[in-house]
């Protein structure tokens, strides 16, 4: 191992440490670091002188914003989208592990935590946010729904706040991290170093409670009254038409906000979100995901969304259907359809 290396390992004390390596990129993940992870986690888990997991990220901007959306965009234009398929199958199985994983997963979630990012840390035993995290899930800005157990996540907080922050990908601080079930505790950054530290000497239980802090106060809060209302209704058309006449200025900007973002991508994140609720186990829903994911490799506006945002920076996709109204129903449901031999099956613990 090198410090090039995308993915740093290193064991001290009791305890085993990830760091992703990737700072140019906000530790961007690639199949590669997924892999990495992987095997490092079964290494540990075999290993009796590792008793915690700590992930991290390098530089000073984040955890990781995701997965590498440029490696996919790239991919999809020129191979078809089955290298993207491959990673997503194994990213996946890999937010299962940390889901279920047997010794405490501590995740450092300093900065940016999005997209691939929250699911190599949400789904953690020990969630720890900072006064500079940013976590979000904002696939729709990209013609993508959300995954990684993201909408998973998402269907589990309060009332209709996970529906908000999926369908927007709003970013939230740590107070409404901890609001919306995505964090356990705050730690200010300036003291992970030294938790870190700690961990190597004694068991998370007794490191936790020297530095964990109330939180700043957040804004969710505050909103619950139109969040939950509006986002009540049945269709993204009449989310939108809620928000509008709400007359909270604060609505009428996430109604603006969605309009913009790809129509196809609102509707089946929405179906997306709702399911989840019901399917249950992450595995499950970490299935209909993968579904989803595929279905959006051959969609036109995911690869629109990438390039409008991260490519060409221009920042005006065009979207394919261009309006709410032109996305069917039969359009959504063809995101759910089965795969067939290509399924992702995973075992509920």
Same mark, same amino acid.
């Given at each position: 191992?090198?410090?090039?290396?995308?993915?740093?390992?290193?064991?001290?004390?009791?305890?085993?440490?990830?760091?992703?390596?990737? %700072?140019?990129?906000? @530790?961007?993940?690639?199949?590669?670091?997924?892999?990495?992870?992987?095997?490092?986690?079964?290494?540990?888990?075999?290993?009796?002188?590792?008793?915690?997991?700590?992930?991290?990220?390098?530089?000073?901007?984040?955890?990781?914003?995701?997965?590498?959306?440029?490696?996919?965009?790239?991919?999809?234009?020129?191979?078809? *989208?089955?290298?993207?398929?491959?990673?997503?199958?194994?990213?996946?199985?890999? @937010?299962?592990?940390?889901?279920?994983?047997?010794?405490?997963?501590?995740?450092?979630?300093?900065?940016?935590?999005?997209?691939? *990012?929250?699911?190599?840390?949400?789904?953690?035993?020990?969630?720890?946010?900072?006064?500079?995290?940013?976590?979000?899930?904002?696939?729709?800005?990209?013609?993508?729904?959300? =995954?990684?157990?993201?909408?998973?996540?998402?269907?589990?907080?309060?009332?209709?706040?996970?529906?908000?922050?999926?369908?927007?990908?709003?970013?939230?601080?740590?107070? =409404?991290?901890?609001?919306?079930?995505?964090?356990?505790?705050?730690? %200010?950054?300036?003291?992970?170093?030294?938790?870190?530290?700690?961990?190597?000497?004694?068991?998370?239980?007794?490191?936790? %409670?020297?530095?964990?802090?109330?939180?700043?106060?957040?804004?969710?809060? *505050?909103?619950?009254?139109?969040?939950?209302?509006?986002?009540?209704? =049945?269709?993204?058309?009449?989310?939108?038409?809620?928000?509008?006449?709400?007359?909270? %200025?604060? /609505?009428?900007?996430?109604?603006?906000?969605?309009?913009?973002?790809?129509?196809?991508?609102?509707?089946?994140?929405?179906?997306?979100?709702?399911?989840?609720?019901?399917?249950?186990?992450?595995?499950?829903?970490?299935?209909?995901?993968?579904?989803?994911?595929?279905?959006?490799?051959?969609?036109? =506006?995911?690869?629109?969304?990438?390039?409008?945002?991260?490519?060409?920076?221009?920042?005006?996709?065009?979207?394919?259907? /261009?309006?709410?109204?032109?996305?069917?129903?039969?359009?959504?449901?063809?995101?759910?359809?089965?795969?067939?031999?290509?399924?992702?099956?995973?075992?509920?613990?």
């Amino acid at each position: 191992m090198t410090d090039n290396d995308p993915v740093l390992l290193r064991t001290e004390g009791r305890a085993g440490y990830l760091t992703l390596n990737r %700072p140019r990129a906000i @530790n961007a993940l690639n199949h590669p670091m997924v892999t990495r992870i992987a095997e490092a986690l079964t290494a540990w888990e075999r290993d009796p002188a590792v008793g915690t997991v700590v992930i991290s990220g390098a530089g000073e901007r984040g955890l990781c914003a995701g997965g590498d959306i440029r490696l996919i965009h790239e991919e999809v234009r020129t191979g078809g *989208g089955d290298a993207s398929l491959a990673f997503w199958r194994d990213e996946y199985r890999l @937010n299962a592990r940390i889901a279920r994983y047997p010794k405490p997963y501590v995740a450092l979630m300093d900065g940016i935590v999005m997209g691939g *990012g929250v699911g190599v840390s949400a789904h953690g035993g020990i969630r720890i946010v900072t006064e500079r995290s940013r976590v979000a899930m904002p696939e729709t800005g990209i013609g993508f729904v959300p =995954d990684v157990g993201g909408t998973y996540l998402l269907g589990r907080a309060p009332g209709e706040l996970g529906t908000h922050l999926a369908l927007t990908g709003a970013p939230v601080g740590a107070a =409404d991290a901890l609001l919306c079930g995505l964090a356990d505790h705050f730690v %200010p950054s300036d003291l992970l170093p030294v938790l870190g530290k700690d961990l190597a000497m004694a068991p998370v239980t007794d490191v936790l %409670p020297r530095y964990a802090r109330e939180a700043p106060a957040g804004e969710l809060d *505050g909103h619950r009254e139109w969040i939950d209302h509006c986002y009540a209704a =049945d269709t993204v058309e009449e989310i939108v038409d809620r928000l509008l006449a709400s007359g909270e %200025p604060a /609505a009428k900007e996430t109604a603006e906000s969605l309009l913009a973002k790809s129509p196809t991508a609102l509707k089946v994140t929405l179906t997306a979100v709702r399911r989840a609720r019901r399917l249950g186990s992450l595995e499950r829903v970490l299935e209909h995901e993968f579904r989803v994911s595929a279905a959006a490799l051959s969609c036109p =506006d995911l690869v629109e969304g990438i390039r409008a945002q991260v490519i060409d920076k221009d920042r005006a996709p065009r979207w394919s259907p /261009a309006a709410l109204a032109e996305v069917t129903e039969q359009d959504v449901a063809r995101f759910f359809a089965p795969l067939g031999d290509r399924e992702l099956r995973l075992a509920c613990a």
